[in-house]
């Protein structure tokens, strides 16, 4: 049977949900189609095959978090946009960790133009936070990958229940973003030590 209406967007949604509520093993053609209320065979109109629908969903995810941090920084610099960045990033990455965590394992195809577009999106609103600390334009990269390193590494930490001491959370990532910040605003010097 094929159910009216649906269409790949719905169908990498529901995929979605599916892995944020149950987990990344619960994911399968066989339970989306279930969810779905359709035959498999029906699946297979919308996505070729359960890695097809894992690039989509995470392909789906950079979108998503590209728009979040980009309304995030709207209107802000330096400082209050990276931590405006930081927190819309940890924010999803807590709301929906079960995608979060497929997308962060996903490879998915370097051919694919509509990967490649997301991530340089995804990319340049990160490089844009950075920006802002005056940092000199060949020191960028360093300091954007140090940011998404810095924010992958504690999201998914938190996501997967590493952080079991006492202390809340939140306060952890106060630091961790003053900590950032100082790293971010002394950036050029540090570079310069160096030479």
Same mark, same amino acid.
């Given at each position: 049977?094929?159910?009216?209406?649906?269409?790949?967007?719905?169908?990498?949604?529901? @995929?979605?949900?599916?892995?944020?509520?149950?987990?990344?093993?619960?994911?399968?053609?066989?339970?989306? +189609?279930?969810?779905?209320?359709?035959?498999?065979?029906?699946?297979?109109?919308?996505?070729?095959?359960?890695?097809?629908?894992?690039?989509?969903?995470?392909?789906?995810?950079?979108?998503?978090?590209?728009?979040?941090?980009?309304?995030?920084?709207?209107?802000?610099?330096?400082?209050?946009?990276?931590?405006?960045?930081?927190?819309?990033?940890?924010?999803?990455?807590? +709301?929906?960790?079960?995608?979060?965590?497929?997308?962060?394992? @996903?490879?998915?195809?370097?051919?694919?133009?509509?990967?490649?577009?997301?991530?340089?999106?995804?990319?340049?609103?990160?490089?844009?936070?950075?920006?802002?600390?005056?940092?000199?334009?060949?020191?960028?990269?360093?300091?954007?990958?140090?940011?998404? +390193?810095?924010?992958?590494?504690?999201?998914?930490?938190?996501?997967?229940?590493?952080?079991?001491?006492?202390?809340?959370?939140?306060?952890?990532?106060?630091?961790?973003?003053?900590?950032?910040?100082?790293?971010?605003?002394?950036?050029?010097?540090?570079?310069?030590?160096?030479?």
């Amino acid at each position: 049977m094929v159910r009216a209406g649906l269409s790949r967007a719905i169908v990498v949604e529901t @995929a979605a949900r599916i892995v944020d509520e149950e987990g990344l093993t619960d994911l399968t053609m066989a339970e989306l +189609a279930k969810r779905l209320g359709i035959a498999l065979p029906s699946l297979y109109t919308h996505v070729r095959s359960l890695e097809h629908l894992r690039s989509e969903v995470a392909l789906s995810v950079t979108n998503e978090l590209s728009r979040l941090m980009g309304e995030a920084i709207q209107g802000y610099a330096g400082r209050d946009a990276v931590f405006a960045l930081a927190r819309a990033y940890r924010s999803y990455a807590v +709301a929906h960790a079960g995608r979060y965590a497929m997308a962060m394992l @996903a490879q998915p195809g370097s051919a694919d133009d509509r990967h490649q577009e997301a991530a340089m999106k995804c990319g340049l609103i990160v490089y844009g936070a950075v920006r802002g600390y005056g940092i000199a334009e060949a020191e960028l990269t360093d300091a954007a990958r140090f940011l998404r +390193a810095g924010l992958h590494g504690f999201v998914s930490l938190e996501g997967q229940g590493g952080f079991a001491l006492p202390q809340i959370v939140d306060v952890t990532f106060n630091a961790f973003l003053a900590g950032i910040d100082r790293a971010l605003s002394t950036w050029s010097d540090q570079q310069e030590n160096k030479t």
